[in-house]
């Protein structure tokens, strides 16, 4: 290996995505796929995963699901973000998405270029997106509505107040809306939402985390592995300095392996001094700084490692959320900053 290496188990995505599918019970199971599939790569995560027969998918941005159009011809899309304008509500309709339309502005927008069917998101207490009690009024009757969602705040603690005060305010305002949307279905819950339990359900859940291996779906299997090469290993005396700012230095003779990765790469730079990697299931500490496209880690209680040896960053001894508690971050942030520059490997072994 001269390259580290990025391998997304497709199989794993489509267990997740059953396991939450029975969880999720008679509602359907859609799909976030925003942000290049939590970084893992949209065409391929989007086809597996409608391939073990899931219908409907969440994008942010209309520029995201004219990509997803293009791998997946018949799957309903909703774009998050709703239309900004003209030229997004064109996009849309040239690509049969469905927007989630947030405000009165965008309803307008989707109106003006007699738009079809849409979603609504309503603001159910997050204060981020969707309408506002006052703006329930606004909502015209001649709007083909399929969906109306709202997004809870803090659905990763099950026991939080905000959970249950959001539900009934959907609820409520679902109340408000029912005569102007009678073909919508309802749907509240993300990951989070989905392990709170069937009141959470309704009729569809947008599962994303979960699918992608991360918290709080404890039962999910991991999609990610990543492994990277040792490029260089020097032996350096006590008292040498290692990396960027002189922030390690040793305390030992020590025995230095290089690695071709960084924080251009997704691998925070608050893991500096911070971080394991793993040689055979056997942690090797990340010494000094990560640099943009290098770092450093001590091998000098492994004497038998050598140029072209193979360390672990995500596997089986260090998960995305592992990884994400020593960078002081979450799997969510782990995962969307996956680099670019690593050689891709999907695999799937039970595919259709
Ligand atoms: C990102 C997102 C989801 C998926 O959330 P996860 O926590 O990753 O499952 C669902 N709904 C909305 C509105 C989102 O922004």
């Known amino acids: 290996m001269t390259q ?5 188990d497709l199989d794993a995505a489509c267990a997740n995505w059953r396991a939450l599918d029975i969880l999720s019970g008679t509602a359907e199971t859609a799909v976030a796929v925003k942000a290049n599939a939590y970084g893992c790569g949209v065409a391929e995560i989007a086809t597996a995963i409608a391939g073990s027969g899931c219908e409907t998918f969440f994008v942010a941005t209309v520029e995201e699901g004219v990509e997803l159009r293009a791998a997946l011809p018949k799957e309903a899309i909703y774009v998050l973000n709703g ?96 005569s102007k949307t009678p073909n919508a279905r309802r749907s509240l819950a993300a990951t989070g939402g989905t392990l709170l339990g069937a009141d959470f359900h309704f009729d569809l859940v947008r599962c994303g985390i979960g699918i992608y291996g991360g918290q709080p779906f404890d039962a999910a299997q991991p999609v990610v592995r990543l492994e990277t090469p040792i490029v260089q290993i020097r032996d350096i005396p006590k008292e040498q300095l290692v990396g960027y700012g002189a922030s390690w230095i040793a305390d030992r003779p020590s025995r230095i392996g290089t690695l071709p990765l960084g924080y251009a790469d997704g691998l925070h730079r608050a893991l500096s001094n911070g971080a394991m990697l793993y040689f055979e299931g056997n942690p090797v500490p990340l010494v000094g700084r990560v640099s943009m496209d290098l770092i450093t880690v001590d091998l000098t209680d492994y004497p038998q490692v050598n140029v072209g040896d193979t360390l672990e960053v995500l596997g089986p001894n260090q998960g995305v959320d592992d990884l994400a508690q020593a960078a002081g971050t979450i799997g969510y942030e782990i995962l969307t900053s996956l680099g670019h520059r690593y050689t891709r490997r999907y695999t799937q072994v039970n595919g259709t």
């Open 83 to 178: 239309v900004a304008d003209r030229r997004d509500s064109a996009a849309c309709i040239a690509s049969g998405l469905r927007p989630c339309l947030n405000h009165p502005g965008q309803i307008e927008a989707w109106q003006r270029s007699e738009g079809g069917a849409c979603a609504l998101q309503l603001d159910s207490g997050m204060s981020r997106l969707g309408l506002q009690p006052a703006e329930l009024e606004q909502v015209p009757g001649d709007i083909d509505v399929r969906l109306v969602i709202s997004h809870l705040a803090c659905a990763d603690e099950p026991e939080h107040p905000a959970n249950e005060s959001q539900r009934r305010r959907f609820l409520e305002y679902m109340a408000h809306l029912e």
């Open 4 to 8: 580290p290496l990025l391998t997304i």
